[in-house]
């Protein structure tokens, strides 16, 4: 049962600090998506990957946000240095694009990571 | 940038029918979608939408009006394990890819 896989599943820092989290998509698929999810401002795109190339990253604060892909099957998000303001559940989700298609039509969503900057 | 407003929270009997209404404000409309998400899980795809009319599938349906700029999603025969957050969202064309804008998320609680 193919699924995409997120690490650690909780995290908990101190501000300041800095914070990687990593996704492994679903072996073959070619897209990868991180939103962050809270309650105030539920779930937002923060980035996107296809063939592990940035194709938008414009969700994201780029003074402290960074995200890559070193090889198809990882994924990064990483923050430096982190705020009590960025404490929420990040999500990586992964969908095949085909080539005879112009887009994917399902994500598919790892289980997140819970992140709380005090 | 997309608006999307969905209800906050419905609340149904075990084996009744709850529709979900979703309503956008968007240009460069390139599909709807529902998702379902359980508490403290990630969420899970359930159905598409990208010309007008009613797609089915099993107890779920999912309606689109583009003129409208509208949707629902349709829960029929609801079970105790459908209480849940529905997510609607909002695919744009953009330069840079497609990308998917989320509404709140309704709450949806089934009452035995």
């Known amino acids: 049962d193919a699924r995409v896989t997120q690490t650690p599943r909780d995290k908990v820092t101190e501000m300041g600090q800095e914070v990687t989290m990593r996704c492994q998509p679903i072996?073959?698929?070619?897209?990868v998506f991180w939103y962050r999810q809270t309650m105030m401002q539920g779930l937002e795109l923060l980035a996107y990957?296809?063939?592990?190339?940035?194709?938008?990253d414009s969700g994201m604060p780029k003074d402290r946000f960074s995200a890559e892909m070193p090889d198809a099957t990882l994924a990064t998000l990483k923050i430096q240095p982190s705020e009590p303001r960025d404490s929420a559940v990040y999500f990586c989700a992964s969908g095949l694009r085909k080539a005879s298609a112009d887009m994917i039509n399902e994500q598919f969503f790892g289980p997140g990571t819970r992140l709380t900057v005090l | 940038g997309q608006n999307i407003d969905q209800p906050t929270e419905m609340t149904a009997t075990e084996g009744a029918i709850v529709q979900i209404n979703c309503t956008y404000q968007t240009s460069g409309f390139n599909g709807l979608f529902w998702y379902q998400q359980h508490a403290g899980e990630a969420p899970t795809f359930l159905s598409y939408?990208?010309?007008?009319g009613l797609e089915e599938k099993g107890r779920f349906s999912s309606f689109l009006s583009r003129s409208k700029g509208y949707s629902y999603l349709l829960l029929k025969e609801l079970q105790m394990k459908d209480s849940a957050s529905y997510l609607c969202a909002v695919r744009v064309f953009k330069a840079a890819g497609n990308k998917l804008t989320f509404g709140g998320g309704t709450r949806v609680l089934v009452k035995p």
């Open positions: 072996l073959g698929h070619n897209t």
């Open positions: 990957f296809r063939n592990r190339a940035p194709l938008d």
């Open positions: 939408n990208v010309l007008d």
